[in-house]
Protein backbone atom coordinates (compact mmCIF):
# COMPACT_ATOMS: atom_id res chain seq x y z
CA UNK A 1 0.00 0.00 0.00
CA UNK A 2 1.33 3.63 -0.83
CA UNK A 3 2.22 6.21 2.11
CA UNK A 4 -0.53 7.60 3.66
CA UNK A 5 -2.12 10.85 2.61
CA UNK A 6 -0.21 13.89 4.33
CA UNK A 7 -1.82 16.86 2.38
CA UNK A 8 -5.46 18.20 3.49
CA UNK A 9 -7.97 18.62 1.59
CA UNK A 10 -11.24 20.29 0.47
CA UNK A 11 -13.29 19.83 -2.74
CA UNK A 12 -16.60 20.97 -4.41
CA UNK A 13 -18.54 18.69 -6.81
CA UNK A 14 -21.10 19.68 -8.89
CA UNK A 15 -22.92 16.95 -10.39
CA UNK A 16 -26.70 17.65 -12.39
CA UNK A 17 -29.59 15.31 -13.13
CA UNK A 18 -32.42 15.57 -15.68
CA UNK A 19 -35.64 13.96 -15.82
CA UNK A 20 -34.41 11.68 -12.84
CA UNK A 21 -34.92 11.51 -9.00
CA UNK A 22 -31.28 12.02 -7.32
CA UNK A 23 -32.32 11.02 -3.97
CA UNK A 24 -36.29 10.17 -2.65
CA UNK A 25 -37.02 10.55 0.12
CA UNK A 26 -38.61 7.40 1.86
CA UNK A 27 -40.28 9.31 4.67
CA UNK A 28 -42.11 11.43 1.87
CA UNK A 29 -42.98 8.91 -0.72
CA UNK A 30 -39.85 8.86 -2.36
CA UNK A 31 -40.09 12.42 -3.58
CA UNK A 32 -37.02 14.12 -4.24
CA UNK A 33 -35.18 15.59 -1.11
CA UNK A 34 -36.13 19.02 -0.88
CA UNK A 35 -35.44 21.72 1.77
CA UNK A 36 -39.32 23.23 2.35
CA UNK A 37 -37.60 27.10 3.12
CA UNK A 38 -36.02 27.09 -0.08
CA UNK A 39 -37.02 24.41 -2.47
CA UNK A 40 -33.40 23.59 -3.08
CA UNK A 41 -33.36 19.64 -3.30
CA UNK A 42 -30.60 17.69 -1.61
CA UNK A 43 -29.10 14.65 -1.93
CA UNK A 44 -27.52 13.38 1.45
CA UNK A 45 -23.94 12.32 1.85
CA UNK A 46 -25.01 9.10 2.18
CA UNK A 47 -26.39 8.71 -0.80
CA UNK A 48 -23.27 9.79 -2.89
CA UNK A 49 -21.17 7.95 -0.30
CA UNK A 50 -23.08 4.65 -2.01
CA UNK A 51 -22.32 5.76 -5.50
CA UNK A 52 -18.29 5.65 -5.19
CA UNK A 53 -18.47 2.49 -2.68
CA UNK A 54 -20.44 1.01 -6.07
CA UNK A 55 -17.73 2.40 -7.92
CA UNK A 56 -14.97 1.28 -6.63
CA UNK A 57 -16.18 -2.47 -5.71
CA UNK A 58 -16.75 -2.26 -9.63
CA UNK A 59 -13.41 -0.76 -10.53
CA UNK A 60 -10.93 -3.08 -8.26
CA UNK A 61 -13.26 -6.34 -8.00
CA UNK A 62 -11.21 -9.28 -6.43
CA UNK A 63 -8.15 -6.66 -5.50
CA UNK A 64 -6.83 -7.53 -2.14
CA UNK A 65 -7.11 -4.23 -0.06
CA UNK A 66 -10.17 -2.73 -1.74
CA UNK A 67 -13.11 -5.00 -0.84
CA UNK A 68 -16.31 -3.22 0.62
CA UNK A 69 -17.24 -3.22 4.20
CA UNK A 70 -20.53 -1.87 3.26
CA UNK A 71 -21.74 -3.80 0.25
CA UNK A 72 -25.26 -4.99 -0.76
CA UNK A 73 -25.84 -8.19 1.02
CA UNK A 74 -23.04 -7.99 3.03
CA UNK A 75 -23.37 -9.17 6.65
CA UNK A 76 -21.26 -6.68 9.00
CA UNK A 77 -20.75 -9.11 11.67
CA UNK A 78 -19.21 -11.85 8.93
CA UNK A 79 -17.00 -9.00 7.62
CA UNK A 80 -15.59 -7.96 11.45
CA UNK A 81 -14.99 -12.09 11.81
CA UNK A 82 -12.55 -11.63 9.33
CA UNK A 83 -10.02 -9.77 11.04
CA UNK A 84 -10.53 -12.35 14.03
CA UNK A 85 -9.82 -14.87 12.07
CA UNK A 86 -6.59 -13.04 10.49
CA UNK A 87 -5.13 -11.62 13.84
CA UNK A 88 -6.19 -13.90 16.34
CA UNK A 89 -7.62 -17.27 14.61
CA UNK A 90 -7.23 -18.77 18.75
CA UNK A 91 -10.27 -17.01 18.98
CA UNK A 92 -13.91 -18.99 17.93
CA UNK A 93 -16.15 -18.27 19.81
CA UNK A 94 -18.97 -15.42 19.40
CA UNK A 95 -19.12 -14.56 23.31
CA UNK A 96 -15.29 -13.85 22.90
CA UNK A 97 -15.74 -11.42 20.13
CA UNK A 98 -18.11 -9.15 21.65
CA UNK A 99 -15.23 -7.15 22.67
CA UNK A 100 -12.02 -5.80 22.02
CA UNK A 101 -8.66 -7.81 23.52
CA UNK A 102 -7.68 -6.15 26.67
CA UNK A 103 -4.14 -5.85 24.81
CA UNK A 104 -4.10 -2.54 23.01
CA UNK A 105 -1.58 -4.16 20.96
CA UNK A 106 -3.78 -7.05 19.70
CA UNK A 107 -7.36 -4.79 19.72
CA UNK A 108 -5.33 -2.21 17.14
CA UNK A 109 -4.15 -4.54 15.16
CA UNK A 110 -7.46 -5.90 14.45
CA UNK A 111 -8.93 -2.70 13.38
CA UNK A 112 -5.96 -2.19 11.28
CA UNK A 113 -6.64 -5.24 8.96
CA UNK A 114 -10.10 -3.69 8.78
CA UNK A 115 -8.60 -0.64 7.62
CA UNK A 116 -6.35 -2.04 5.35
CA UNK A 117 -8.65 -5.00 3.69
CA UNK A 118 -11.53 -2.28 2.91
CA UNK A 119 -11.55 0.72 1.23
CA UNK A 120 -14.97 2.27 2.68
CA UNK A 121 -13.48 2.01 6.47
CA UNK A 122 -10.13 3.52 5.15
CA UNK A 123 -11.78 6.01 3.84
CA UNK A 124 -15.08 7.02 5.26
CA UNK A 125 -14.55 5.18 8.45
CA UNK A 126 -17.01 2.70 9.99
CA UNK A 127 -18.17 1.82 13.66
CA UNK A 128 -17.18 -2.31 14.05
CA UNK A 129 -18.66 -3.17 17.06
CA UNK A 130 -22.31 -4.38 16.15
CA UNK A 131 -21.76 -8.02 18.09
CA UNK A 132 -18.69 -8.81 17.19
CA UNK A 133 -15.90 -5.94 18.31
CA UNK A 134 -13.16 -4.99 15.29
CA UNK A 135 -13.20 -1.29 17.03
CA UNK A 136 -13.74 2.24 14.97
CA UNK A 137 -12.42 4.93 13.29
CA UNK A 138 -13.28 7.76 11.94
CA UNK A 139 -13.07 8.21 8.31
CA UNK A 140 -10.67 11.19 6.73
CA UNK A 141 -13.03 11.65 3.95
CA UNK A 142 -16.36 13.25 4.65
CA UNK A 143 -18.77 14.45 1.97
CA UNK A 144 -21.51 16.99 3.01
CA UNK A 145 -24.83 17.21 1.68
CA UNK A 146 -25.22 17.98 -1.77
CA UNK A 147 -28.02 21.16 -2.55
CA UNK A 148 -29.15 22.39 -6.27
CA UNK A 149 -28.11 26.24 -6.67
CA UNK A 150 -31.24 26.88 -8.04
CA UNK A 151 -34.92 25.80 -6.41
CA UNK A 152 -36.28 22.80 -7.97
CA UNK A 153 -39.52 21.58 -8.80
CA UNK A 154 -40.62 17.93 -8.42
CA UNK A 155 -43.07 16.49 -10.86
CA UNK A 156 -45.42 13.68 -10.34
CA UNK A 157 -45.54 11.59 -13.54
CA UNK A 158 -48.69 8.56 -14.03
CA UNK A 159 -47.41 5.85 -15.78
CA UNK A 160 -48.89 2.99 -16.87
CA UNK A 161 -48.45 -0.92 -17.09
CA UNK A 162 -49.85 -2.97 -19.62
CA UNK A 163 -48.47 -6.31 -17.56
CA UNK A 164 -50.93 -7.17 -14.01
CA UNK A 165 -49.65 -8.53 -11.30
CA UNK A 166 -52.05 -10.88 -10.51
CA UNK A 167 -54.84 -12.69 -12.24
CA UNK A 168 -57.41 -10.76 -10.47
CA UNK A 169 -55.60 -7.69 -11.37
CA UNK A 170 -56.22 -8.63 -14.96
CA UNK A 171 -59.43 -9.78 -15.16
CA UNK A 172 -60.59 -6.66 -13.29
CA UNK A 173 -58.07 -3.82 -15.12
CA UNK A 174 -57.70 -5.41 -18.49
CA UNK A 175 -54.41 -6.27 -17.57
CA UNK A 176 -53.64 -2.73 -17.28
CA UNK A 177 -52.33 -0.79 -13.84
CA UNK A 178 -51.17 2.49 -13.46
CA UNK A 179 -48.23 4.30 -10.94
CA UNK A 180 -46.55 7.01 -10.21
CA UNK A 181 -43.01 8.09 -11.04
CA UNK A 182 -41.09 10.99 -8.97
CA UNK A 183 -38.71 13.44 -11.49
CA UNK A 184 -36.80 16.51 -10.99
CA UNK A 185 -37.21 18.01 -14.75
CA UNK A 186 -33.33 19.35 -14.46
CA UNK A 187 -31.31 20.30 -11.40
CA UNK A 188 -27.64 21.04 -10.78
CA UNK A 189 -25.96 20.65 -7.11
CA UNK A 190 -23.32 21.39 -5.60
CA UNK A 191 -21.47 19.20 -2.73
CA UNK A 192 -18.53 19.66 -0.56
CA UNK A 193 -16.25 17.68 0.38
CA UNK A 194 -12.93 17.10 2.95
CA UNK A 195 -10.11 14.85 3.51
CA UNK A 196 -8.04 15.05 6.86
CA UNK A 197 -4.86 14.32 6.47
CA UNK A 198 -3.93 13.31 10.46
CA UNK A 199 -6.88 10.55 10.57
CA UNK A 200 -5.47 8.87 7.56
CA UNK A 201 -1.33 9.22 8.55
CA UNK A 202 -2.02 9.35 12.56
CA UNK A 203 0.23 6.19 13.68
CA UNK A 204 -2.70 5.02 16.10
CA UNK A 205 -5.83 6.43 14.74
CA UNK A 206 -4.78 6.85 11.36
CA UNK A 207 -6.32 4.61 8.63
CA UNK A 208 -3.83 4.20 6.38
CA UNK A 209 -5.68 6.07 3.55
CA UNK A 210 -2.88 6.64 0.96
CA UNK A 211 -2.24 8.52 -2.02
CA UNK A 212 -3.48 5.42 -4.24
CA UNK A 213 -6.93 5.44 -2.25
CA UNK A 214 -7.22 9.08 -2.84
CA UNK A 215 -6.92 9.09 -6.90
CA UNK A 216 -9.33 6.07 -6.39
CA UNK A 217 -11.42 8.87 -4.67
CA UNK A 218 -11.03 11.44 -7.38
CA UNK A 219 -11.61 8.61 -10.45
CA UNK A 220 -15.18 7.88 -8.35
CA UNK A 221 -16.28 11.39 -7.72
CA UNK A 222 -15.73 11.93 -11.96
CA UNK A 223 -17.26 8.73 -12.77
CA UNK A 224 -19.33 7.36 -9.83
CA UNK A 225 -22.55 7.81 -12.28
CA UNK A 226 -21.06 6.27 -15.11
CA UNK A 227 -21.95 3.06 -13.46
CA UNK A 228 -25.06 4.11 -11.42
CA UNK A 229 -27.91 4.71 -14.56
CA UNK A 230 -30.94 3.90 -14.18
CA UNK A 231 -34.69 4.50 -15.43
CA UNK A 232 -35.40 6.10 -11.83
CA UNK A 233 -32.24 8.82 -11.88
CA UNK A 234 -32.69 9.74 -15.23
CA UNK A 235 -29.32 11.24 -16.37
CA UNK A 236 -26.84 11.85 -13.86
CA UNK A 237 -23.55 13.40 -14.49
CA UNK A 238 -20.75 15.02 -12.53
CA UNK A 239 -20.03 18.43 -14.15
CA UNK A 240 -16.84 19.85 -12.36
CA UNK A 241 -14.85 19.29 -9.72
CA UNK A 242 -12.90 21.68 -8.04
CA UNK A 243 -9.48 20.47 -5.51
CA UNK A 244 -8.08 22.58 -2.83
CA UNK A 245 -4.74 21.02 -1.95
CA UNK A 246 -2.97 22.37 1.00
CA UNK A 247 0.79 22.26 1.47
CA UNK A 248 0.63 20.82 5.21
CA UNK A 249 -1.17 18.17 6.67
CA UNK A 250 -3.40 20.90 9.06
CA UNK A 251 -4.41 23.55 6.18
CA UNK A 252 -3.00 26.57 4.99
CA UNK A 253 -6.15 28.25 4.97
CA UNK A 254 -9.82 27.47 6.68
CA UNK A 255 -12.37 25.73 4.55
CA UNK A 256 -15.06 27.96 4.19
CA UNK A 257 -13.15 30.59 2.68
CA UNK A 258 -11.83 28.28 0.24
CA UNK A 259 -15.44 27.52 -0.46
CA UNK A 260 -15.87 31.01 -0.82
CA UNK A 261 -13.91 31.15 -3.62
CA UNK A 262 -16.15 29.27 -5.81
CA UNK A 263 -19.29 30.82 -7.12
CA UNK A 264 -22.19 29.57 -9.69
CA UNK A 265 -23.42 32.04 -11.74
CA UNK A 266 -27.04 31.30 -14.15
CA UNK A 267 -26.48 32.56 -17.61
CA UNK A 268 -28.69 34.19 -20.26
CA UNK A 269 -28.39 35.69 -23.29
CA UNK A 270 -25.02 37.10 -22.05
CA UNK A 271 -26.25 38.44 -18.81
CA UNK A 272 -25.02 36.37 -15.64
CA UNK A 273 -26.00 36.50 -11.77
CA UNK A 274 -24.85 34.67 -8.65
CA UNK A 275 -26.98 31.91 -7.49
CA UNK A 276 -25.50 30.20 -4.57
CA UNK A 277 -23.99 31.06 -1.18
CA UNK A 278 -27.42 32.25 -0.47
CA UNK A 279 -27.43 35.34 -2.82
CA UNK A 280 -30.84 36.50 -3.83
CA UNK A 281 -32.08 36.37 -6.89
CA UNK A 282 -31.97 38.95 -8.83
CA UNK A 283 -35.36 40.64 -10.38
CA UNK A 284 -34.29 40.39 -13.69
CA UNK A 285 -34.07 36.82 -13.95
CA UNK A 286 -37.78 36.74 -13.35
CA UNK A 287 -38.38 36.47 -16.88
CA UNK A 288 -35.87 34.40 -17.38
CA UNK A 289 -36.86 30.60 -18.58
CA UNK A 290 -35.70 27.69 -16.29
CA UNK A 291 -32.43 26.05 -16.60
CA UNK A 292 -32.61 22.79 -18.34
CA UNK A 293 -29.00 22.13 -19.36
CA UNK A 294 -25.31 22.63 -17.61
CA UNK A 295 -24.49 25.37 -20.05
CA UNK A 296 -27.15 27.36 -18.34
CA UNK A 297 -24.83 27.81 -15.71
CA UNK A 298 -21.07 29.13 -15.18
CA UNK A 299 -18.49 28.43 -12.30
CA UNK A 300 -16.23 31.24 -11.08
CA UNK A 301 -13.37 30.36 -9.18
CA UNK A 302 -11.86 33.63 -7.38
CA UNK A 303 -8.32 32.95 -7.39
CA UNK A 304 -7.24 36.39 -5.96
CA UNK A 305 -4.83 36.64 -3.20
CA UNK A 306 -4.46 32.79 -3.22
CA UNK A 307 -3.39 31.47 0.33
CA UNK A 308 0.27 30.74 0.62
CA UNK A 309 0.24 26.97 0.54
CA UNK A 310 -3.21 26.33 -1.18
CA UNK A 311 -3.22 24.95 -4.95
CA UNK A 312 -6.24 25.09 -6.83
CA UNK A 313 -7.11 21.91 -8.92
CA UNK A 314 -9.60 21.69 -11.83
CA UNK A 315 -11.17 18.35 -13.20
Same mark, same amino acid.
Given at each position: MNKPVENRYEFVLYFDVTNGNPNGDPDAGNLPRLDPETNKGLVSDVALKRKVRN??????????????? +?????? %?? +??? /? /????? +??? @???? @?????? %?????? /???? %?????????? @?????????? =????????????????????????? %?????????? =? =?EADAEKKGGRTMGRKHIVPYGAYRVHGFVSAPLASHPVKGTGFSEEDLELLWSALLNMFELDHSAARGEMSARKLIVFKHACKLGNARAQDLFDRVKTFRTYQGSSYQVDHGSAQNPKMDNWPPARFWNDYEVVIDRENLPDGVEIIES
Amino acid at each position: MNKPVENRYEFVLYFDVTNGNPNGDPDAGNLPRLDPETNKGLVSDVALKRKVRNYISAVKEGTPGFEIY +VSEGAT %LN +VQN /K /KSWAA +VMP @DVTK @DEEMKK %LPKEAE /KAQA %LTKWMCANFW @DIRTFGAVMT =TGVNAGQVRGPVQFAFARSVEPIVP %LEISITRMAA =T =TEADAEKKGGRTMGRKHIVPYGAYRVHGFVSAPLASHPVKGTGFSEEDLELLWSALLNMFELDHSAARGEMSARKLIVFKHACKLGNARAQDLFDRVKTFRTYQGSSYQVDHGSAQNPKMDNWPPARFWNDYEVVIDRENLPDGVEIIES
